[in-house]
């Protein structure tokens, strides 16, 4: 099991106890939305307020960024379940840089044969 599927179910896991814990319909419906949209947008880039924020207005949904950093008793429901999907898409990301760092290296030294090491005179450049 990878760190992306470990990552992806508990963001899975904190977005249902988020529903459980929701006290309306109209929460359940902005965690829900607020969900498909973070994963759109993790497939793509890192999650951010902002981008969430601007993902759903599309759907016609109202939410502030200053709902998601408003402070509530109890908790924020919208602002738990983004910082989940942040580091979710964080480590997403950084494993497919990673990934073409490695293939770039391989390219880079796959570049130079023996043949072109052999030509430099200096032994200590070669």
Same mark, same amino acid.
Request: aromatic residues 4%; proline residues 2%; hydrophobic residues 35%.
């Given at each position: 099991?990878?760190?992306?599927?470990?990552?992806?179910?508990?963001?899975?896991?904190?977005?249902?106890?988020?529903? !459980?814990?929701?006290?309306?319909?109209?929460?359940?419906?902005?965690?829900?939305?607020?969900?498909?949209?973070?994963?759109?947008? *993790?497939?793509?880039? +890192?999650?951010?307020? #902002?981008?969430?924020?601007?993902?759903? #207005? !599309?759907?016609? +949904? =109202?939410?502030?960024?200053?709902?998601?950093? $408003?402070?509530?008793?109890?908790? $924020? &429901?919208?602002?738990?379940?983004?910082? !989940?999907?942040?580091?979710? *898409?964080?480590?997403?990301? *950084?494993? =497919?840089?990673?990934? +073409?760092? $490695?293939?770039?290296?391989?390219?880079? /030294?796959?570049?130079?044969?023996?043949?072109?090491? #052999?030509?430099? &005179?200096?032994? #200590? /450049?070669?």
């Amino acid at each position: 099991m990878t760190n992306n599927s470990i990552s992806k179910k508990r963001v899975d896991s904190v977005f249902s106890t988020l529903q !459980e814990k929701a006290k309306t319909a109209s929460v359940r419906t902005k965690l829900a939305r607020i969900h498909n949209a973070c994963e759109k947008i *993790s497939e793509n880039t +890192v999650v951010s307020v #902002a981008n969430v924020v601007r993902y759903i #207005a !599309e759907e016609g +949904v =109202k939410l502030s960024k200053r709902t998601i950093y $408003n402070d509530r008793e109890g908790g $924020n &429901p919208y602002k738990e379940l983004i910082e !989940e999907w942040m580091k979710h *898409s964080e480590l997403v990301h *950084s494993e =497919k840089k990673s990934r +073409v760092k $490695n293939v770039d290296t391989e390219t880079a /030294l796959s570049l130079v044969d023996e043949e072109d090491l #052999a030509k430099i &005179p200096d032994i #200590a /450049l070669r």
